[in-house]
C-alpha cells in the first residue's frame, strides 16, 4: 500500500462534511411536508434555505437539529445520529415562539446557551458570564445586558438570541427566519457575524424569506417546495423556471406574494 | 388595643403561624412557574383531584395529605399524557380527568357515616387544628420542593422560556414538565390542610401574580400568612379564607400602585 492511496482513500472533503441527509422525508402527525431529500452541508458553508410558507423550511432545521424524527431516511450531524452530537448543534427558533414577557434580563437569556453544558444544580460563573457579555459584544448589543427583555425590539431580540447561540460555541448553527421582524442595520450585521462564523469553518445553515439578502451574502442557495427544488449558488435565484416551480405562479417579492395555497 | 403577641401563647396559634408560614414558601416559589406558564387553571383542578385520595386515606387511616398527594401526581400527569397522545387540548383533558376524580371523591365522601370533621377541613382549610405529624410532613414537603426548584430552576426557566431551543440544546423537556407538574402536586396537597381544597390555587397564584420576581413573591406570601392568621384571630374567621384575602389585598395594591404609577409616568 502506498502513502498516495492512503490519502486518496482519506478525502480531506469527507472528513468536513458536518450535514448529510439522505432520501428524507419528514413531517408532522403521519403527513410528510419534505420529501426525498438530499443535502450534504460542509464545514465553513453558509447555506440560505428559501421557499414559501409550508415548503419545509423549519422542518428542514429540525430534522438536522433532532427535534424531529424523520418519518424515512438517513440524517447524519456531525457524523452523529441528529440530536445526539452533545451539544454541538445549536438551533435559534422563530422568535415569535418565545415567551418574551418574562421577567428576565438579556443576560439570562443569553447565559441559557450555557445551561446544557453547567448542568442541573450549577449556576453561571463570572467566566459565563464574561462570555455572554462578549456574545453580546460580537452582536453589537453589550449595552443591553442588565435590559429586561420585554423591552426589547424586534432586531433586538434577534441579537439577543444570536448571542445566545454563540455562547453556546456549536459547530453547526441553523438559524430558523432571522431575519423577520429586523431592521436593515441589524440584518447587516447579524450576517456580517454569520459570515464571520462561516469562516471560521462552521456550518451555517439559515431559513429566510428575505431574498435580497439571500442574493447579497449568501455563496449557496436551497429553494424548498416540499422537495429540494434547487441547489446551487445565487443563480438559483435569478431562473424563472426554479422561481417558478419554487413559488408557484407568484413572483417572490415578499412574504404577502407567497399565496395561501402554500401554507401546509 | 389588644396585645399582638397574645395569641402567640396558644400551641395551635403556634402550630397554625408555622403551617401556614410553610405554605405561603412553598405555594409561591412553584406558584412563579404556575404563574409564568399560565396553569393556574391546571392548579385549581389538581387540587380538586386531590380529594378522593383524601377521602381513601382518611378510609385507611393514613395519613391525608400523603393520599392526596397521590392522587394530585397522578391526575396530572395523567393530563400531560393524555393530551399528548389522543391530541385533545390539554384545558379540555383537564376538565375531564379532575371532574371526574373530585366526583370520585365526593361519592366516597357521601358513603362515610362515621364523624367527617377532618375531611371538612380539607375542603375549606383548618390550619388551627393542624397537628405535630402535618406540620413535619408540610415541613419535610417544603424542604424537598424548595430543594428541587434549588437545582432545576435555570433549566426550568429555559423549558417554560423557549421548549423548542431547550430541545435542541439538549435539555429533557418532557421530563422537567413531568417534574414541575409532580412539584405542583405534591405542594397543593400538603396546602391544601391549611387553606382548603377550594381556596388553595389562590396560594399558588396571588403572591406570584403580584411579584412574578420569587424574592418578592415569597415575602408576600409568608407576610399575607402571618398577618392572616391574626386576623383571623382577633376577628374570629375562618384562618385559610382570611390567609387568602389577605393575599388578594396585597395583589391589589401592588397592581394599584403599578397603574397609579404608570399614569403618572405617562401624564
Known amino acids: 500500500m502506498t502513502l498516495a492511496v492512503t490519502v486518496a482513500s482519506l478525502p480531506v472533503v469527507e472528513a468536513s462534511r ?34 414559501p410558507n409550508g415548503a419545509g423550511k423549519s422542518t428542514l432545521l429540525k430534522v438536522v437539529a433532532g427535534l424531529l424524527p424523520p418519518m424515512r431516511g438517513r440524517v447524519r450531524v456531525l457524523g452523529a445520529r441528529a440530536g445526539e452530537e452533545s451539544g454541538r448543534v445549536a438551533y435559534l427558533p422563530q422568535a415569535e415562539s418565545l415567551r418574551w414577557d418574562y421577567p428576565l434580563l438579556v443576560e439570562d437569556v443569553v447565559l441559557m446557551g450555557r445551561i446544557a453544558k453547567l448542568g ?52 453547526v448553527l441553523l438559524l430558523d427566519e432571522p431575519a423577520t421582524g429586523v431592521d436593515p442595520t441589524t440584518e447587516e450585521q447579524l450576517m456580517r457575524v454569520l459570515e464571520q462564523l462561516a469562516a471560521e469553518g462552521k456550518t451555517v445553515v439559515v431559513s429566510t424569506h428575505d431574498l435580497a439578502g439571500v442574493m447579497a451574502h449568501f ?42 395555497e402554500h401554507h401546509a | 388595643m389588644p396585645d399582638l403577641f397574645a395569641p402567640l401563647a396558644f400551641t395551635f396559634v403556634q402550630r ?30 389538581i387540587s380538586h383531584a386531590a380529594f378522593p385520595g383524601v377521602v381513601i386515606a382518611f378510609l385507611f387511616k393514613v395519613n391525608l395529605a400523603i393520599g392526596g398527594s397521590i392522587a394530585a401526581v397522578a391526575s ?90 431547550a430541545a435542541a440544546a439538549g435539555l429533557p423537556v418532557l421530563r422537567y414538565d413531568a417534574l414541575l407538574l409532580a412539584l405542583i402536586g405534591v405542594t397543593i396537597a400538603v396546602s391544601v390542610q391549611v387553606v382548603g381544597i377550594i381556596l388553595v390555587v389562590a396560594m399558588l397564584v396571588t403572591p406570584a401574580a403580584a411579584a412574578r420576581l420569587v424574592a418578592l413573591a415569597l415575602a408576600f406570601a409568608v407576610g399575607s400568612a402571618i398577618v392572616g392568621i391574626a386576623l383571623s384571630f382577633f376577628g374570629n374567621t375562618a384562618s385559610g379564607a382570611t390567609i387568602v384575602l389577605v393575599t388578594t389585598a396585597v395583589f391589589a395594591l401592588v397592581w394599584g400602585i403599578r397603574a397609579v404609577r404608570l399614569r403618572l409616568l405617562g401624564a
Open chain 1, 18 to 51: 458536518t450535514i448529510e441527509l439522505q432520501d428524507v422525508s419528514a413531517g408532522y402527525d403521519g403527513v410528510p411536508v419534505l420529501r426525498d431529500v438530499d443535502l450534504t452541508v460542509r464545514a465553513g458553508e453558509l447555506l440560505a434555505l428559501v421557499g
Open chain 1, 120 to 171: 442541573v444544580g450549577r449556576r453561571a460563573a463570572a467566566a459565563d458570564r464574561e462570555d455572554a457579555r462578549a456574545a453580546l459584544a460580537r452582536v453589537d448589543a453589550r449595552d443591553l445586558a442588565q435590559r429586561p427583555i420585554a423591552a426589547l425590539s424586534g432586531g433586538q431580540r434577534q441579537r439577543v438570541l444570536l448571542a445566545r447561540t454563540l455562547v453556546a460555541g456549536p459547530d
Open chain 1, 219 to 260: 455563496p449557496r442557495v436551497v429553494s424548498l417546495n416540499g422537495r429540494i427544488v434547487a441547489d446551487g449558488t445565487t443563480a438559483v435565484l435569478r431562473d424563472d423556471r426554479i422561481l417558478r416551480e419554487t413559488y408557484g405562479g407568484h413572483r417572490p417579492g415578499g412574504p404577502q406574494l407567497y399565496g395561501d
Open chain 2, 16 to 45: 397554625a403561624l408555622v403551617g401556614s408560614v410553610l405554605v405561603g414558601i412553598v405555594c409561591a416559589s412553584v406558584g412563579v412557574f404556575v404563574v409564568l406558564r399560565g396553569l393556574a387553571f391546571l392548579g385549581d383542578a
Open chain 2, 76 to 165: 396530572a400527569l395523567t393530563v400531560g399524557l393524555i393530551a399528548r397522545r389522543s391530541g385533545l387540548r390539554e384545558d379540555v383533558a383537564i376538565g375531564v380527568v379532575f371532574s371526574g376524580m373530585f366526583a370520585l371523591g365526593v361519592v366516597l365522601f357521601s358513603g362515610i357515616k362515621s364523624y367527617t370533621g377532618d375531611l371538612l377541613g380539607i375542603l375549606f382549610g383548618d390550619v388551627l387544628g393542624v397537628n405535630e405529624e402535618q406540620l413535619a410532613i408540610a415541613g419535610v414537603v417544603t424542604l424537598v420542593v424548595v430543594v428541587s426548584l434549588w437545582l432545576v430552576w435555570k433549566e426550568l426557566v429555559f423549558v417554560s422560556f423557549d421548549p423548542v431551543g
